[in-house]
Protein backbone atom coordinates (compact mmCIF):
# COMPACT_ATOMS: atom_id res chain seq x y z
CA UNK A 1 0.00 0.00 0.00
CA UNK A 2 1.28 3.75 -0.76
CA UNK A 3 0.23 6.83 1.22
CA UNK A 4 -0.26 9.50 -0.36
CA UNK A 5 -0.56 13.36 0.89
CA UNK A 6 -3.91 15.05 -1.36
CA UNK A 7 -5.21 18.65 -1.81
CA UNK A 8 -8.30 19.71 -3.30
CA UNK A 9 -8.44 22.44 -6.16
CA UNK A 10 -9.34 24.54 -2.66
CA UNK A 11 -6.01 23.49 -1.27
CA UNK A 12 -7.60 21.11 1.87
CA UNK A 13 -5.12 18.61 2.20
CA UNK A 14 -6.15 14.78 3.65
CA UNK A 15 -4.30 11.64 3.03
CA UNK A 16 -4.91 8.53 0.82
CA UNK A 17 -3.78 4.89 0.42
CA UNK A 18 -3.47 2.70 -3.10
CA UNK A 19 -2.64 -0.31 -3.74
CA UNK A 20 0.24 0.85 -6.50
CA UNK A 21 0.86 4.67 -7.76
CA UNK A 22 -1.09 3.90 -10.75
CA UNK A 23 -4.49 3.38 -8.60
CA UNK A 24 -4.15 6.76 -7.54
CA UNK A 25 -4.22 7.73 -11.52
CA UNK A 26 -6.73 5.73 -12.62
CA UNK A 27 -9.32 7.08 -9.65
CA UNK A 28 -8.49 10.57 -10.18
CA UNK A 29 -8.44 10.32 -13.56
CA UNK A 30 -12.32 9.08 -13.24
CA UNK A 31 -13.31 11.56 -10.67
CA UNK A 32 -13.75 8.96 -8.14
CA UNK A 33 -11.55 10.79 -5.52
CA UNK A 34 -13.23 13.70 -3.67
CA UNK A 35 -12.19 16.20 -0.49
CA UNK A 36 -13.59 15.12 2.61
CA UNK A 37 -14.31 19.17 3.22
CA UNK A 38 -15.82 20.26 0.53
CA UNK A 39 -16.55 17.33 -1.87
CA UNK A 40 -14.45 18.49 -5.00
CA UNK A 41 -13.50 15.61 -7.08
CA UNK A 42 -10.52 17.66 -8.49
CA UNK A 43 -7.70 15.87 -6.60
CA UNK A 44 -3.73 16.00 -6.97
CA UNK A 45 -0.85 14.68 -4.80
CA UNK A 46 0.46 17.21 -2.15
CA UNK A 47 4.39 17.22 -2.05
CA UNK A 48 4.57 15.06 1.01
CA UNK A 49 7.60 14.29 3.53
CA UNK A 50 9.17 10.90 4.29
CA UNK A 51 8.80 9.73 7.32
CA UNK A 52 12.25 8.98 8.47
CA UNK A 53 13.37 7.83 11.88
CA UNK A 54 16.56 8.18 12.96
CA UNK A 55 17.04 4.78 14.40
CA UNK A 56 17.34 1.97 12.13
CA UNK A 57 18.98 3.61 8.82
CA UNK A 58 19.57 1.84 6.02
CA UNK A 59 21.46 2.84 3.01
CA UNK A 60 19.76 1.48 -0.21
CA UNK A 61 20.24 1.56 -3.63
CA UNK A 62 17.61 0.40 -6.38
CA UNK A 63 19.13 -2.51 -8.63
CA UNK A 64 19.05 0.42 -11.84
CA UNK A 65 22.91 0.34 -11.07
CA UNK A 66 24.99 -2.74 -11.60
CA UNK A 67 25.69 -4.33 -8.33
CA UNK A 68 28.49 -6.73 -7.70
CA UNK A 69 26.63 -10.00 -6.86
CA UNK A 70 26.58 -11.62 -3.23
CA UNK A 71 27.25 -8.72 -1.46
CA UNK A 72 26.30 -9.51 2.36
CA UNK A 73 23.69 -7.23 4.29
CA UNK A 74 24.39 -4.81 6.83
CA UNK A 75 27.58 -5.99 8.60
CA UNK A 76 30.87 -3.89 8.38
CA UNK A 77 33.18 -5.55 5.28
CA UNK A 78 36.25 -6.04 6.41
CA UNK A 79 37.39 -7.68 9.50
CA UNK A 80 37.53 -11.44 8.45
CA UNK A 81 36.74 -10.90 4.88
CA UNK A 82 38.51 -11.34 2.00
CA UNK A 83 40.48 -8.25 0.93
CA UNK A 84 39.10 -8.78 -3.13
CA UNK A 85 35.67 -8.62 -1.47
CA UNK A 86 36.15 -5.60 0.53
CA UNK A 87 38.04 -3.83 -2.76
CA UNK A 88 34.82 -4.81 -4.47
CA UNK A 89 32.52 -3.17 -2.42
CA UNK A 90 35.04 -0.08 -2.49
CA UNK A 91 34.54 -0.08 -5.98
CA UNK A 92 31.00 -0.73 -6.11
CA UNK A 93 30.37 2.35 -3.83
CA UNK A 94 33.05 4.69 -6.12
CA UNK A 95 31.05 3.63 -9.23
CA UNK A 96 27.26 4.31 -7.50
CA UNK A 97 28.51 7.61 -6.46
CA UNK A 98 30.24 8.94 -9.31
CA UNK A 99 27.27 7.54 -11.52
CA UNK A 100 23.75 7.97 -9.29
CA UNK A 101 22.30 10.70 -7.45
CA UNK A 102 22.40 11.12 -3.87
CA UNK A 103 18.86 11.97 -3.08
CA UNK A 104 19.63 11.19 1.16
CA UNK A 105 16.43 11.05 3.18
CA UNK A 106 13.98 11.35 0.15
CA UNK A 107 15.17 7.64 -1.19
CA UNK A 108 11.57 5.73 -0.16
CA UNK A 109 10.09 8.51 -2.40
CA UNK A 110 11.98 9.16 -5.01
CA UNK A 111 12.64 5.49 -6.03
CA UNK A 112 8.36 5.44 -5.78
CA UNK A 113 8.35 8.27 -8.30
CA UNK A 114 11.35 6.49 -11.02
CA UNK A 115 9.42 2.59 -10.20
CA UNK A 116 5.77 4.74 -10.93
CA UNK A 117 7.55 6.42 -14.14
CA UNK A 118 6.69 9.63 -12.04
CA UNK A 119 10.13 10.77 -12.72
CA UNK A 120 13.00 10.21 -14.89
CA UNK A 121 14.13 6.84 -14.67
CA UNK A 122 18.11 7.22 -13.31
CA UNK A 123 20.56 4.99 -10.77
CA UNK A 124 19.36 6.81 -7.09
CA UNK A 125 20.65 6.41 -3.71
CA UNK A 126 20.64 7.74 -0.08
CA UNK A 127 19.03 6.88 2.83
CA UNK A 128 15.58 4.35 4.39
CA UNK A 129 14.39 2.66 7.24
CA UNK A 130 14.61 -0.71 7.30
CA UNK A 131 10.86 -0.31 7.47
CA UNK A 132 10.73 1.70 4.18
CA UNK A 133 13.04 -1.08 2.21
CA UNK A 134 10.73 -3.52 3.06
CA UNK A 135 7.77 -1.20 1.77
CA UNK A 136 9.27 -0.61 -1.22
CA UNK A 137 10.38 -4.18 -1.75
CA UNK A 138 6.77 -5.27 -1.20
CA UNK A 139 5.69 -3.02 -3.79
CA UNK A 140 8.08 -4.62 -6.32
CA UNK A 141 10.67 -1.99 -6.25
CA UNK A 142 14.36 -3.80 -5.93
CA UNK A 143 16.82 -1.62 -3.38
CA UNK A 144 19.87 -3.33 -2.40
CA UNK A 145 21.41 -2.11 0.84
CA UNK A 146 24.95 -0.52 0.70
CA UNK A 147 27.54 -2.04 3.52
CA UNK A 148 29.60 0.37 5.37
CA UNK A 149 33.38 -0.43 5.00
CA UNK A 150 35.97 -0.29 7.58
CA UNK A 151 37.01 3.46 6.69
CA UNK A 152 33.59 4.81 6.62
CA UNK A 153 34.23 5.39 10.75
CA UNK A 154 37.01 7.72 9.96
Known sequence: M?????RCEQGH???GWFRTGSDFDIQAGRGLLTCGHCGSSKVEKAIMAPNVGP????????????????LPGRQTLGAGLPAELVEMA????????EN??????R???????IHYEEAE????YGEATQHEARELREEGI???????????AN
Open 100 to 105: AENVGP
Open 121 to 124: PRGI
Open 142 to 152: EVLPVPPLPDD
Open 107 to 113: FAEEARR
Open 55 to 70: SDKLAVVPVLASAPPG
Open 2 to 6: IKYRL
Open 90 to 97: RRFRTHLH
Open 13 to 15: EFE
